[in-house]
């Protein structure tokens, strides 16, 4: 059975710290990785993630996929309270077929 | 452009009663698909859809149909609705297969009670 398992589910940290958030994942027809985050309503696309080993970054956020260990991590470094939301991992699959790990909340306190 | 839309917003309903969900993209996207999220559970799969005439069940389809008539809309009928059902449901679309087409673009959700 395809799944994509995220760690950990809740996380509750302070401004300024960095936060690591793990993907890991078992598919069958793999083609990439995304990371979304979800605020109060519906996701937003942050990253895409075909090739093994190639970090992409956004500003403060940063990502990179290993598909020998079937992961990905998303870190984000000094965190705001902005950064606070769930951010969803999902596998995408042949045909458009997305499956989405169950999403790490983020907290972060001022 | 106006992106992924959906209607409603919010709807409430009696068990058995059946509705449609509307979604609509003017991006002239050839994907489209419907995802349901329960706390707890991510996101998951009911129907998708890879052009005009084509669809195909995902992981979750049953008490759901769908079609696809046009590149724009995408409804999905519950049938006979359950509380079960009980959910926020999110329409996606992207432009088409390759690493730089795949993203897909979400609609702002409906949130659907069944009582």
């Known amino acids: 059975e395809d799944k994509v398992v995220q760690s950990p589910l809740s996380l509750v940290v302070h401004e300024g710290d960095t936060v690591t958030l793990n993907c890991s994942y078992e598919v069958t027809n793999f083609r990439s990785l995304l990371w979304y985050k979800q605020e109060k309503k519906a996701p937003t696309f942050l990253f895409m993630l075909?090739?093994?080993?190639i970090e992409k970054k956004s500003g403060r956020l940063s990502s990179i996929l290993d598909k020998k260990e079937l992961s990905s991590i998303l870190n984000i470094t000094a965190t705001q309270t902005g950064d606070s939301a769930i951010y969803l991992c999902a596998v995408l699959q042949g045909a458009q077929k997305l499956v989405f790990g169950q999403g790490t909340r983020l907290t972060i306190n001022p | 452009n106006a992106g992924v839309t959906q209607t409603p917003k919010f709807q409430v309903l009696k068990t058995g009663q059946s509705m449609t969900l509307q979604c609509a993209q003017d991006m002239n996207h050839e994907y489209m698909s419907w995802y349901r999220q329960d706390p707890g559970m991510g996101l998951r799969l009911i129907h998708y859809?890879?052009?005009?005439?084509?669809?195909d069940q995902g992981e979750v389809p049953n008490g759901y149909n769908v079609s696809r008539s046009t590149t724009e809309d995408f409804p999905l009928r519950l049938l006979s609705a359950a509380p079960s059902q009980t959910s926020v449901y999110f329409c996606?679309?992207?432009?088409?297969?390759?690493?730089?087409?795949?993203?897909?673009?979400f609609g702002p959700g409906t949130r659907l009670t069944v009582l």
């Open positions: 996606a679309s992207s432009e088409g297969q390759g690493f730089r087409t795949d993203t897909q673009y």
């Open positions: 075909t090739s093994s080993g």
């Open positions: 859809s890879v052009g005009a005439g084509i669809t």
